[in-house]
């Protein structure tokens, strides 16, 4: 069955998709300014002043300097590390804490709730950070950057919800 759309929906949807494609286009720019700088020419790019709508002539400059600099892979292995490794290991301990912390016959449930939710609301700030980095013996490694963020509390103390029939929500025990 289509459903019929009043005057005011049609209006509606046309200014709604409107504004949406401004604020894409504006997003966007910065993201199109970057690529054609870096495919630019370099001379002319920097006698160049205004907004820069296409490239200024081609040269691919910019990407040779930056791939032949030999830490730029040191960089791209660091980055797959950190994310991947992170992830895994933050999903992991979270589901562990989040399934621990749902089970009702668990006694210290209350306990161990206040206190995961209170760290989060004031947390020690980074001098304290890097200090228990430091103690624990993990400074200028990879496990400093991943360690410490593994729990995420607010996705631990998330529970799962379901839609009523009355279109609230509520606990899904």
């Known amino acids: 069955m289509k459903k019929k759309y009043t005057p005011g929906d049609i209006a509606f ?6 504004f949406l494609c401004f604020l894409s286009l504006i997003f966007l720019y910065p993201i199109l300014y970057s ?7 370099p001379v002319q790019l920097l006698s160049h002043t205004g907004p820069l709508y296409k490239p200024l002539g081609f040269s691919t400059v910019g990407y040779r ?16 590390l950190y994310t991947s490794v992170g992830t895994l290991a933050s999903l992991l301990c979270t589901i562990m804490g989040a399934y621990a912390l749902s089970k009702k016959r668990y006694k210290l ?13 004031f947390s ?6 890097f200090l228990l980095v430091r103690g624990l013996g993990m400074y200028d490694s990879p496990a400093a950057m991943i360690v410490p963020g593994v729990i995420n509390t ?20």
């Open 35 to 41: 690529f054609f700088a870096s495919i630019s020419d």
């Open 65 to 80: 300097v930056v791939f032949q600099n030999p830490n730029i892979s040191t960089g791209y292995i660091n980055t797959l």
């Open 109 to 121: 449930k209350k306990f161990a709730t206040f206190f995961i939710v209170f760290t989060m609301y």
């Open 154 to 173: 607010w996705n631990m103390i998330v529970r799962k919800w379901r839609s009523s029939s009355s279109g609230r929500f509520s606990e899904k025990r």
């Open 13 to 18: 949807n046309v200014i709604n998709y409107v």
């Open 124 to 129: 020690g700030g980074m001098i304290p950070h």
